[in-house]
């Protein structure tokens, strides 16, 4: 199993910024862990990919965030970050830390932050 803990979000003016993090605590059971990323699902909408990072270091945006928002991770501390710059009142959303890790008997499986609430006022 994998436990993860987000903190970082907030009520902010459009354009400042927000850096999320999330650090990922894994069980005896847990080989590796892979790509790391957020979500974020707003009011009334699905929940859309915002950015992943593999453990290799490639990075992958949505348009919409390209050039704002940056996701990096320290691997030895199972922890992602997303640096958000430039913050538009459409990024507000209910962000949401996803990791993939791979456990001993091969399974791949999904995992999921509570979530943590970003909130930009115009």
């Known amino acids: 199993q994998v436990q993860l803990v987000e903190s970082g979000g907030g009520l902010v003016q459009a354009g400042r910024s927000l850096r999320l993090s999330c650090a990922a605590s894994?069980?005896?059971?847990?080989?590796?862990?892979?790509?790391m990323g957020w979500f974020r699902q707003a009011p009334g909408k699905q929940r859309e990919l915002v950015a992943t990072?593999?453990?290799?270091?490639?990075?992958n945006y949505a348009d919409s965030v390209k050039g704002r928002f940056t996701i990096s991770r320290d691997n030895a501390k199972n922890t992602v970050y997303l640096q958000m710059n430039s913050l538009k009142p459409e990024d507000t959303a209910v962000y949401y830390c996803?990791?993939?890790?791979?456990?001993?008997?091969?399974?791949?499986?999904?995992?999921w932050g509570q979530g943590t609430q970003v909130t930009v006022s115009s």
């Open positions: 996803n990791v993939r890790a791979r456990d001993y008997a091969g399974a791949l499986n999904d995992y």
């Open positions: 894994s069980s005896r059971s847990i080989f590796s862990i892979g790509a």
């Open positions: 990072s593999t453990s290799g270091g490639s990075t």
